[in-house]
């Protein structure tokens, strides 16, 4: 999906490391706390985040597929969001045994599916766990969702600690007056939900420091990203971080 792809891989890994399993990986990301970001175990389970933004979601057939949510995005190649969901909508025809898919995704993308269902994330009780915000309580469950899925029982804690996954959400400095928070949010929906979040733990001013990622985002995003950023108090902007793409007028 659009957002929380390593975040939930991540804790998925966690989930069956935790229920005594050891499964092979591949993570789009880094754990903070030096832990190969792949692996290959001796194990029927392989756990992988696929990527659209280049394509090689196309070479994928899972046998369980967890799509989080399908927010256009990668706009140099999917010229519209019919374009980017058709990506999604193909993944999950070709997933063997189960779709576990958002919701809001039923008409674009399940409809007509038979093995794709709709976990209840709005209802569940809040988990508690080391990682803040709504979102990642939604990234919570479609991770259970997933073990589930594979037929592994979720082990039996009230507490479940998640490794850290770096530039997501990593606190970098806390004291009772001063929070500092990298994050990779580079996505108008990833901001506001970020923004969001501080606001439901803390009342203090909010200082954003934000580089713009990929010139042809900026350039499609410019309203949405104005309007996800006018939710802190100040705004240091940066230079746009190409990513390989070479600048474009407007963005």
């Known amino acids: 999906g659009s957002h929380g792809k390593t975040t939930t891989c991540g804790m998925l890994i966690d ?47 899972p046998e369980i597929t967890l799509i989080l949510n399908a927010d256009l995005d990668h706009h140099s190649r999917y010229a519209s969001e019919e374009a980017y969901r058709s990506v999604f909508r193909e993944l999950a025809n070709r997933t063997g045994k189960c779709v576990i898919a958002a919701a809001t995704l039923e008409e674009s993308i399940g409809r007509g599916l038979e093995a794709v269902s709709y976990p209840n994330l709005s209802d569940a009780e809040p988990m508690e766990t080391n990682l803040f915000g709504a979102f990642n309580q939604e990234n919570i469950r479609f991770a259970i969702a997933g073990l589930e899925a594979a037929g592994i029982d979720l082990p039996k804690r009230s507490f479940f600690q998640f490794s850290q996954i770096k530039r997501r959400q990593n606190f970098l400095y806390f004291s009772p007056r001063v929070v500092v928070l990298e994050d990779y949010a580079h996505h108008p929906m990833e901001i506001q939900a970020i923004a969001s979040a501080l606001s439901k733990v803390s009342s203090a001013r909010k200082i954003a420091v934000f580089q713009p990622h990929r010139y042809s985002r900026t350039k499609s995003l410019k309203n949405e990203l104005v309007d996800a950023l006018s939710e802190f108090d100040s705004v240091y902007l940066m230079d746009v971080y190409a990513a390989s793409e070479d600048p474009i007028s407007g963005g």
């Open 15 to 61: 989930l069956f490391e935790q229920a005594g399993k050891c499964p092979s990986y591949a993570l789009g990301g880094l754990f903070s706390d030096g832990k190969a970001p792949g692996a290959w175990n001796d194990s029927e389970w392989l756990i992988a985040e696929l990527d659209e933004s280049d394509g090689t979601i196309d070479l994928f057939s």
